[in-house]
C-alpha cells in the first residue's frame, strides 16, 4: 500500500503549478474550497448508493466531479492539467478491472485442476451452507480484501486533507521540520552537487532576473530556454543559502518557510520533467536505431529472389 503522503503529493503533481506556488492566496483558498465540495459531494453520493445498494466507485466520483467541472468551464478549464499524469490514473482505472478479471479466471481455472470437489463449483442448494473450510476461507479473504481496498480508499481523503492543510496553514504543513541535523547535511552535499551538475550543463549561461520565474514557466510548458538550467541552477544555490546558515530544516525562520517549500517544490518538478524528458528522449532514440538496424540487415526481396 502507498503511505497518504505519496498519495497527496501524487495529487500535488495533477495540480497548476501557480496553485502550489501561491499558498496563502486567493487561488489557493478557492482550490481549498473546491476540494471541500468536491469531499462533501463524494460523501454524499457515497451515502445515497450505500443507502440504495447500488455499486459505486469513490475514485470515479472525484475524476467525475473534477470532468464535469473542467467541461463547464470550457477547454480553458484544462490548461494546467498535467495530462501524462491523468493519462497514467486513466490506464490503471481501464486495466486493472481487466487485469482482475483475468486473474480470477486463471485462479479459478488453476483451483478446478488442484482441487476435484464438483460441490464446490456449484451454487449451494437453497438454504443450504456452504463447506466450513470454503466459508473460512471467504471470511479471511474477503477481510483481507476490505482492509486493503479500505486502506486505500482512505488515502484519497488523507491526501486532500494534506493538501488543505498545506494551502490554509503552509508556514506549519508546508515544509518537514522534524528532518534531523544529519539528514539536512546530507541533503545539503547533495545540493551542492546538482548545483554543480547545472552548472556543467548550463553552457556559461547567465540565470534570468527572475531565476523562479523561469524555472517555473519551464514547469508549465515543458520547453526549456537558454536560460532553464542557469536559473534552476540558481534555485538551488537560494535553497542552500537559506538553509545552510540555520544549519538545520528545524532552524529555518518562519518568514522564510514558504520561500524555501516553494523553491523545493519548484526545483523537485523541474528535475523530475527533465528526467521524464530525457528518458523518453532515450527511449525514442533507441528505438529509432532498432529500426535503422532492422531495415539495414533485413535481406531485400530482389536479394531473396
Known amino acids: ?6 498519495v497527496a503529493f501524487g495529487i500535488l ?12 492566496s486567493s487561488k489557493d483558498f478557492a482550490m481549498v474550497f473546491a476540494l471541500l465540495i468536491v469531499a462533501i459531494i463524494w ?3 457515497n451515502l445515497g448508493t450505500w443507502a440504495l445498494g447500488l455499486p459505486s466507485s469513490s475514485s470515479h466520483t472525484v475524476i ?32 486493472s478491472p481487466i487485469v482482475g478479471f483475468l486473474a480470477a479466471v486463471f485462479l479459478l481455472y488453476i483451483l478446478k485442476l488442484v482441487v476435484r470437489v464438483p460441490a ?12 466450513f473450510w470454503i466459508r473460512c476461507l471467504l471470511i479471511l479473504t474477503c477481510t483481507g480484501v476490505s482492509f486493503a481496498h479500505g486502506s486505500n480508499d482512505g488515502q484519497k481523503g488523507m491526501g486532500l486533507i494534506m493538501l488543505i492543510l498545506i494551502g ?8 518537514n521540520k522534524a528532518v534531523m541535523l544529519g539528514e539536512t547535511q546530507t541533503f ?14 548550463s553552457n556559461n549561461a547567465q540565470p534570468a532576473a527572475d531565476a523562479r520565474g523561469a524555472v517555473e514557466k519551464y514547469v508549465q510548458m515543458k520547453h526549456a530556454a537558454s536560460d532553464t538550467i542557469a536559473s534552476l541552477k540558481s534555485v538551488v544555490d537560494s535553497i542552500d543559502s537559506q538553509i545552510r ?20 517544490y519548484i526545483t523537485s518538478e523541474a528535475l523530475r520533467i527533465m528526467e521524464k524528458i530525457r528518458r523518453s528522449r532515450r527511449t525514442t532514440t533507441r528505438s529509432s536505431a532498432t529500426t535503422r538496424s532492422s531495415s539495414i540487415t533485413r535481406p531485400s526481396s530482389s536479394r531473396r529472389g
Open 64 to 95: 467525475g466531479v473534477g470532468l464535469m467541472n473542467q467541461m463547464l468551464h470550457g477547454t480553458d478549464g484544462t490548461s494546467g492539467v498535467d495530462w501524462n499524469q491523468a493519462l497514467g490514473v486513466g490506464k490503471l482505472l481501464l486495466f
Open 245 to 264: 546558515p540555520n544549519e538545520s530544516v528545524a532552524n529555518v525562520p518562519q518568514s522564510q518557510v514558504k520561500n524555501v517549500r516553494n523553491d523545493m
Open 168 to 175: 490554509t496553514v503552509p508556514t506549519a504543513y508546508a515544509l
Open 120 to 131: 464446490l463449483y456449484k451454487e449451494p442448494e437453497k438454504n443450504a451452507p456452504s463447506l
Open 43 to 45: 460523501i454524499i453520493w
Open 1 to 6: 500500500m502507498i503511505s497518504s503522503g505519496a
Open 188 to 201: 545539503l552535499l547533495f545540493s551542492h552537487n546538482a548545483s554543480e551538475v547545472l552548472q556543467k550543463y
Open 13 to 24: 503533481q495533477l495540480l497548476q503549478v501557480e496553485l502550489i506556488i501561491g499558498v496563502g
